[in-house]
């Protein structure tokens, strides 16, 4: 069986722990569709334009490996077959996603609410049909809503100016991180890169994102989680040490630290 892919995803999710659990909770970040030319596709899209969501059925073409038993990221802790998971660690790769579907232009579909990652294969296309796909009352295994569960994130300035900097200057986007990993559980240690810092008057976490940190305050009582800066997470000595350099990021960082005034020399 010989499968070719019509299409890839161009997306700002370009790491597996960037995207979101579901699409749903992606918010309004634009992806596209590139679908390939020279294959009549302009003509098998006439039509699309006028629903508002499609399924896209594409390869999750960074997990070569699969286990048939997988520990989900929420509402349990035990073990469960991967076909009652949505895991993308599967045995054939494939992904299906019900995406918004927010324009056409040629060749390329502006999706948001998507959580497949750039470079994605794209095996097909459908649209989603509401009388026939949506079933809101049937049961749902051990996966439970956990909507209610969900957690305001605010922005303080600082953190939005420090975010908005590398998003322009190295196209590290910080804000998407930071609200898939704290909207739900977000001082979780045990699955998290989350550290814990107590103080006499407050407790402060920190979310390591690669080489970067997000310092932020959680209020589980109000549901609510405060992300006032960003910080590098290197020392002052490590980062005035360029020979070594592993990542090749140090640059970035005397830059950035240099710009918000927050390296001692």
């Known amino acids: 069986m010989l499968v070719s892919p019509i299409g890839y995803i161009q997306s700002d999710n370009k790491y597996r722990y960037e995207t979101p659990r579901q699409g749903v909770l992606a918010g309004d970040n634009i992806s596209i569709i590139k ?4 294959n009549n596709f302009e003509q098998a899209l006439i039509g699309l334009e006028g629903f508002d969501r ?10 070569p490996n699969w286990k048939p038993m997988v520990t989900p990221p929420r509402h349990t802790r035990k073990k469960v077959g991967v076909f009652a998971t949505r895991s993308p660690h ?5 992904g299906l996603s019900c995406v918004k579907l927010e324009k056409i232009d040629g060749l390329n579909l502006y999706i948001s609410e998507s959580d497949i990652l750039n470079g994605s294969p ?8 509401p009388y026939s796909d949506s079933f809101p009352d049937v049961k749902t295994g051990w996966v439970v809503s956990g909507l209610e569960e969900k957690h305001e994130i605010e922005f303080m300035d600082l953190a939005l100016a420090q975010m908005n900097w590398l998003m322009e ?5 910080l804000k998407s991180f930071a609200k898939l990993q704290l909207e739900f ?3 979780d240690t045990s699955r998290k890169r989350i ?3 107590e103080t006499e008057t407050s407790v402060q976490y920190t979310l390591a994102y690669r080489t970067w940190r997000i310092n932020f305050y959680s209020f589980p009582d109000k549901k609510h989680v405060v992300i006032n800066s960003v910080s590098s997470g290197y020392t002052n000595d490590e980062l005035l ?15 950035y630290c240099s710009n918000f005034s927050t390296i001692i020399s």
């Open 54 to 63: 499609i399924w896209v059925i594409y390869l999750f073409h960074l997990n």
């Open 35 to 38: 679908l390939n030319s020279k």
């Open 241 to 255: 040490d360029t020979k070594n350099d592993k990542y090749e990021d140090k640059s970035l960082h005397l830059l």
């Open 185 to 187: 559980n977000p001082t």
């Open 195 to 197: 550290s814990k810092i």
């Open 122 to 129: 794209v095996l097909d296309i459908k649209p989603y049909l």
């Open 169 to 173: 200057n190295a196209n590290i986007n």
């Open 90 to 94: 599967r045995p054939s790769q494939i």
